[in-house]
């Protein structure tokens, strides 16, 4: 049985090592506790957020450019609708196409948001620009093309009642020439009918989003179309001016009064 000193110097050695060990020694290896963040080589601990975008200053400007394509083709969109000029089947097309166009746009916007570079956000720019030069194209056109129409149906008006007067001539009179430049007027009629249908199909045939060429084609056969067209009714405004005078001359005097 151990003597009462060395159970006493025992326990005096237990207690020592108890006070000089650092708490934390006690510690489990796998304690799941907050720690705070360790600097590591004598530097701070570093707290890693969201990178700056470096395209911030483009990325605004492409923004800004396709808010303005947007809002050019909203205000060609409200103009064609109030128009007093085009008719419900023309405000129809030309709505369809419109709405194409800023769902284009919208994407476009949506694509600026995520592009990664300048050469990308210039595209969409480029982009946008298209599309809204390609309502202003279409409207214009429509436009073009319904007044067209009109000076068509006001030549037709003006046949028939070219036509009224001259079946009231004499029996025997000779009306060719009053005929010959009314069919001629006729075939111009309908020529101008089909450019000016020709202009249409091909402006409102131009893509959301057209490319440069796209645009370049639809512009060349738009204005060669609508060209033919004046020219045609050039040509039946003259005819209709040839056989009224023709009229004119082989009406009786009793007659005209």
């Known amino acids: 049985m151990p003597s009462a000193r060395l159970l006493s110097l025992a326990l ?14 006690f510690a489990s290896p796998t304690s799941t506790g907050h720690r705070p963040a360790v600097a590591h080589a004598g530097k701070p601990a570093r ?6 975008d470096r395209l911030a200053g483009p990325r605004k400007g492409a923004l800004h450019a396709l808010a303005a394509s947007t809002a050019a083709v909203q205000r060609v969109a409200a103009s064609e609708q109030t128009s007093t000029l085009l008719g419900s089947a023309d405000k129809a097309a030309l709505a369809a196409f419109d709405a194409a166009a800023l769902s284009a746009l919208s994407g476009d916007v949506t694509a600026a948001g995520s592009a990664i570079s300048p050469q990308a956000l210039a595209a969409l720019i480029q982009a946008g620009n298209r599309t809204a030069q390609a309502v202003k194209l279409a409207g214009n056109v429509t436009s073009a093309t319904a007044t067209g129409t009109a ?7 003006d046949v028939a009642a070219l036509k009224t007067q001259e079946a009231s001539l004499p029996a ?14 006729a075939a111009q009629l309908s ?9 249409s199909t091909d402006a409102l045939a131009l893509p959301a989003a ?11 056969a738009t204005e060669t179309a609508l060209s033919a067209a004046q020219t045609a009714l050039t040509t039946a405004a003259a005819d209709l001016a040839t056989a009224k005078a ?9 007659a005209a009064a």
Do not use: F, W
Request: charged fraction near 10%.
């Open 47 to 52: 707290h890693h957020g969201k990178p700056a």
């Open 12 to 25: 005096a050695g237990a207690t020592s090592l108890a006070l000089a060990t650092p708490a934390a020694a």
């Open 191 to 199: 020529a101008a009918q089909t450019a000016l249908s020709n202009a």
């Open 246 to 254: 023709a009229l004119a001359v082989l009406t009786p005097p009793a």
């Open 210 to 220: 057209p490319s440069a060429a796209d645009l370049r084609t639809a512009r060349d």
């Open 151 to 157: 000076a068509i149906t006001g030549l037709g008006a």
């Open 172 to 185: 025997a009179t000779d009306t060719s020439s009053i005929d010959t430049p009314l069919a001629d007027l």
